[in-house]
T-cell receptor, first 115, second 115 residues
Framework: GNSVTQMEGPVTLSEEAFLTINCTYT??????LFWYVQYPGEGLQLLLK?????DKGSNKGFEATYRKETTSFHLEKGSVQVSDSAVYFC??????????????FGRGTSLIVHP | GAGVSQSPSNKVTEKGKDVELRCDPI?????LYWYRQSLGQGLEFLIY????????KSGLPSDRFSAERTGGSVSTLTIQRTQQEDSAVYLC?????????????FGPGTRLTVL
């Protein structure tokens, strides 16, 4: 079946540090890839997505590139802020044999940014 | 516009009781998903509704879990004879088309505690 593997957290950084959160996937086919973010006390929301190989998704200074050859979708940000402290989920969506589109999520990576 | 809403926000119940969790998706969204989020775990897919098609129930963990979606809108997740291991946050999400590239919009979740 499909799977998403994220680096375990928490990731603890100082403000203005460079961030990388690794995400790799296993899928039979060509999925769309997503990063969702869950800020403290809030629901999950889309951060960025990429729908085909070599696409780069970007939002709020975050970027991730869909790498088919390494089956990866690593999240990066050049300079993190305290307000980026949240849990980040990598996910993929692919059409299954029955025709339904079932998303698969990683376990989430907690990011803590200190002033 | 209004986002996805869920009720109740918190539910405490005794082992063996039945519970119903409600989800109001964004108007016009044809796809609706239920997930379970346990502490330290990712999102576990439970069930997927797409338009008038038969739901994909492949993620339901046991026959104590069921869900329905009335009129293509509101959905109810029912857990019968609750067990302590059912304690988790239950998330609902909706999307416009439910296809591979589509973004999911999440509700705030219902935190279920089974004593």
């Amino acid at each position: 079946g499909n799977s998403v593997t994220q680096m375990e957290g928490p990731v603890t950084l100082s403000e203005e540090a460079f961030l990388t959160i690794n995400c790799t996937y296993t899928a039979t086919g060509y999925p769309s890839l997503f990063w969702y973010v869950q800020y403290p006390g809030e629901g999950l929301q889309l951060l960025l997505k990429a729908t085909k190989a070599d696409d780069k998704g970007s939002n709020k200074g975050f970027e991730a590139t869909y790498r088919k050859e390494t089956t990866s979708f690593h999240l990066e940000k050049g300079s993190v802020q305290v307000s980026d402290s949240a849990v980040y989920f990598c996910a993929l969506t692919l059409q299954g044999r029955g025709g339904s589109y079932i998303p698969t999520f990683g376990r989430g990576t907690s990011l803590i940014v200190h002033p | 516009g209004a986002g996805v809403s869920q009720s109740p926000s918190n539910k405490v119940t005794e082992k063996g009781k039945d519970v119903e969790l409600r989800c109001d998706p964004i108007s016009g969204h044809t796809a609706l998903y239920w997930y379970r989020q346990s502490l330290g775990q990712g999102l576990e897919f439970l069930i997927y509704f797409q338009g008038n098609s038969a739901p994909d129930k492949s993620g339901l963990p046991s026959d104590r879990f069921s869900a329905e979606r009335t009129g293509g809108s509101v959905s109810t997740l029912t857990i019968q004879r609750t067990q302590q291991e059912d304690s988790a946050v239950y998330l609902c999400a909706s999307s416009f088309t439910g296809t591979t590239t589509d973004t999911q919009y999440f509700g705030p979740g219902t935190r279920l505690t089974v004593l």
